[in-house]
T-cell receptor, first 114, second 109 residues
Framework: EAGVAQSPRYKIIEKRQSVAFWCNPI?????LYWYQQILGQGPKLLIQ????????DSQLPKDRFSAERLKGVDSTLKIQPAKLEDSAVYLC????????????FGPGTRLLVL | GENVEQHPSTLSVQEGDSAVIKCTYS??????FPWYKQELGKRPQLIID?????GEKKDQRIAVTLNKTAKHFSLHITETQPEDSAVYFC????????FGGGTRLMVKP
C-alpha cells in the first residue's frame, strides 16, 4: 500500500511571498490532516478534513493560511503572504475515519522563509 | 482545548537499560493515546497506541500504560538499543490529536 505523498520536499522563499504544498493521502482514507511542526516541537494540527468538508480549522491562521480538498482526495495548503515564523515542516497525515484511528504521516515539506 | 505535557524532554540511557517517558493530558473526554517515534529528518511513525478501555498494552520491548483517573499515560521501552535513539511524541485524541512536546531519547552503546 502506498503511503501519504507530499510535494515539494523542500522550499525556500522570501517573506511576503506565497507558497503551496500538496498532499495525496493513502487510498481510501476519508480523513486528511495538515500539521505544522516547528523545530524542536511536536506537530500542531492546522486543519482536518473529512472527505471534502472541513471538520476543524480552529488553529489555522486564516489571515494567511488556506487549505482545500475539493474532490475529497488530495489537498493543497497555501500560505500567502509568508512570514519568517512560518519556517517549519508541514506534515500531511491521513486516517480511515475521523477519531481514534491511526494517523499515517507523509514525509513532510520543509519550508524556510528568509 | 486539550493540553498534553510530556517529560522528560531529554533522556539518556545505557544500551540494555529501560527508558520511561510520561505524559499527562487535560481533556477527560480523550479516548485514544498513540505514541510516535520520529528520527531526524523523517516522518513521525506510530509505534504503539492505547485506547481508554484498556489499562496496559505491550508489543515486544515496548509497553504503554494508561491511568484515566489521573489522566496520565506512559511509554516503557525495555532492553534499549542504539536504534531506539530518536524523538518520541505522545499524543491524546478527543476531537483532535494533540501532541506533547517530545522526548529526545539517546541510547549509548
Amino acid at each position: 500500500e502506498a503511503g501519504v505523498a507530499q510535494s515539494p520536499r523542500y522550499k525556500i522563499i522570501e517573506k511576503r511571498q506565497s507558497v503551496a504544498f500538496w498532499c495525496n493521502p493513502i487510498s481510501g482514507h476519508a480523513t486528511l490532516y495538515w500539521y505544522q511542526q516547528i523545530l524542536g516541537q511536536g506537530p500542531k494540527l492546522l486543519i482536518q478534513f473529512q472527505n471534502n468538508g472541513v471538520v476543524d480549522d480552529s488553529q489555522l491562521p486564516k489571515d494567511r493560511f488556506s487549505a482545500e480538498r475539493l474532490k475529497g482526495v488530495d489537498s493543497t495548503l497555501k500560505i500567502q503572504p509568508a512570514k519568517l515564523e512560518d519556517s517549519a515542516v508541514y506534515l500531511c497525515a491521513s486516517s480511515l475515519v475521523l477519531q481514534g484511528e491511526t494517523q499515517y504521516f507523509g514525509p513532510g515539506t520543509r519550508l524556510l522563509v528568509l | 482545548g486539550e493540553n498534553v505535557e510530556q517529560h522528560p524532554s531529554t533522556l539518556s540511557v545505557q544500551e540494555g537499560d529501560s527508558a520511561v517517558i510520561k505524559c499527562t493530558y487535560s481533556d477527560s473526554a480523550s479516548n485514544y493515546f498513540p505514541w510516535y517515534k520520529q528520527e531526524l529528518g523523517k516522518r513521525p511513525q506510530l509505534i504503539i497506541d492505547i485506547r481508554s478501555n484498556v489499562g496496559e498494552k505491550k508489543d515486544q520491548r515496548i509497553a504503554v500504560t494508561l491511568n484515566k483517573t489521573a489522566k496520565h499515560f506512559s511509554l516503557h521501552i525495555t532492553e534499549t538499543q542504539p536504534e531506539d535513539s530518536a524523538v518520541y511524541f505522545c499524543a491524546s485524541s478527543g476531537n483532535m490529536l494533540t501532541f506533547g512536546g517530545g522526548t529526545r531519547l539517546m541510547v549509548k552503546p
